[in-house]
């Protein structure tokens, strides 16, 4: 069978606004401040804050220590962004295999794991950088993120990663010699898009250029194929994405690439902008060619993540998408709600409004990415099965942003097999039968 990860990020560190990576509320909390200042010696009650400048080095020293010594899931999550993009699948694929790949507890064994990464528009229009010399924001184009996943991909259906024969602990690239039908991982990614990073031709041209033809599947199935056929097929430079070089010679040649489309709008993304009317025009376009072409929509639902801009909180709250999931010009839109709407207060009204939202509509779906980093935490997705809303849930793991918690994919991807808070029927319909209603807008047969 098929397991499907609906929400999973392959990125290294040239990609994200760092600057929004550091001071990630998850990355810099009460939590790990707590702990740091309990690993430094002669600190709070010890010395008065005052004296703190007479010890610079031993603060220092400190700082230091925490983290090669005991900041492991940071040290963890560093570990995987600072690897070469190119080799970012092969090793995930390479610790799963090492770990063995588990049945599911119906018997079901997994031979496909389908990922979707999902890209983010890091943009620079809403980013501020005064102060220094080098005033200009920096400038994070999705392109860029785009041509190192396009090519991650080809890298990971062109080659294998094996133990090096002689230098121990390390490994190296050979050639594949399998076709890539044997590969275990199917990569289906969703292309960030921020409306406000573009003007509406530019919005056109992207989805002309990426989702040309999509409006002609017939079916589930034929999406699939199409997905299917073009994995490792495309090789991408920034310069190619950016001049349009290769569509001269074939204007679909970046099509079906991707599965979908990523939102977020902690970035600055606003669902509804009804006072903008310009901003309104490109997302009401958006959203009619999402529902058109069949494109599915994954939006950032928690108060966490990747902030850039001060009104995150109410950009992010869901109750925006009301008016749009109300709307019959968009009737056919499927839309995934990230993270359940988590929020660090444990307050449940962004929960509450996704499942009336998704009680109202079918194509409303919510996935609990980041939320189960151990067994004990699927006790809480299982509370959110509010009647026949566990149809129009999503597994998804957050990899690799959720290092952070847990200690990897393998690990992760294996808590949800054994989890005994959720029956294998359960586990079936979150991983298979519900993604690919969302992917493909139905199931789909895999011979």
Not at 262 to 288: H, I, M, Q, R, T
Not at 356 to 372: E, G, I, Q, R, Y
Request: with cysteine; net charge positive.
């Amino acid at each position: 069978m098929r397991f499907y990860d609906i929400h999973y990020h392959a990125f290294d560190l040239s990609h994200p606004n760092l600057l929004a990576f550091i001071l990630r509320e998850d990355l810099i909390s009460k939590a790990s401040v707590k702990e740091l200042l309990r690993k430094l010696p002669c600190l709070m009650n010890l010395v008065p804050i005052g004296l703190f400048r007479m010890f610079p080095g031993k603060i220092a020293t400190g700082i230091r220590n925490f983290i090669e010594h005991d900041a492991a899931k940071f040290r963890n999550l560093l570990t995987m962004m600072e690897n070469q993009i190119e080799y970012h699948f092969l090793l995930t694929d390479y610790y799963l295999k090492k770990a063995g790949i588990p049945e599911m507890p119906d018997g079901n064994k997994i031979d496909k794991i389908v990922l979707c990464p999902l890209l983010m528009d890091f943009g620079y229009k809403n980013l501020k950088n005064s102060n220094v010399f080098y005033d200009l924001p920096p400038a994070k184009p999705v392109a860029g993120q785009v041509a190192d996943l396009i090519n991650a991909i080809r890298f990971y259906y062109t080659y294998d990663m094996v133990v090096h024969p002689v230098k121990k602990g390390q490994l190296r690239l050979v050639r594949s010699t399998g076709d890539k039908k044997n590969k275990l991982f199917l990569i289906f990614p969703f292309l960030g898009i921020n409306t406000r990073n573009y003007d509406l031709l530019e919005i056109k041209a992207l989805i002309d250029k990426y989702f040309a033809g999509y409006e002609n599947d017939r079916d589930p199935a034929e999406r699939n194929e199409k997905l299917e056929k073009k994995l490792g097929t495309v090789n991408a430079t920034l310069e190619d994405l950016i001049f349009r070089l290769k569509e001269k010679e074939d204007p679909e040649y970046y099509s079906y690439i991707f599965a979908g489309i990523k939102l977020y709008p902690p970035l600055g993304f606003d669902p509804w902008p009804e006072n903008e009317p310009a901003e309104l025009d490109k997302v009401k376009f958006l959203y009619s060619e999402c529902a058109r072409k069949n494109i599915p929509l994954t939006v950032h639902c928690s108060d966490g993540g990747f902030k850039t801009s001060p009104y995150a909180e109410k950009l992010t709250d869901p109750a925006k998408w009301k008016k749009i999931l109300n709307n019959s010009s968009f009737r056919n839109l499927r839309v995934n709600f990230a993270h359940l709407g988590n929020r660090a207060d444990n307050s449940s009204g962004w929960l509450r409004t996704i499942q009336s939202l998704a009680a109202a509509n079918k194509n409303v779906f919510t996935d609990f990415s980041c939320l189960t980093p151990e067994e004990k935490d699927y006790r809480k997705v299982a509370e959110t099965f509010d009647g026949d809303i566990i149809n129009q849930v999503l597994f998804g793991s957050d990899f690799l942003i959720n290092l952070l918690w847990s200690g990897s994919y393998t690990e992760y991807f294996g808590n949800f097999i054994k989890t005994g808070f959720l029956t294998p029927e359960q586990k079936t319909i979150l991983c298979n039968s519900n993604p690919e209603r969302f992917l493909f807008g139905g199931p789909i047969k895999v011979s």
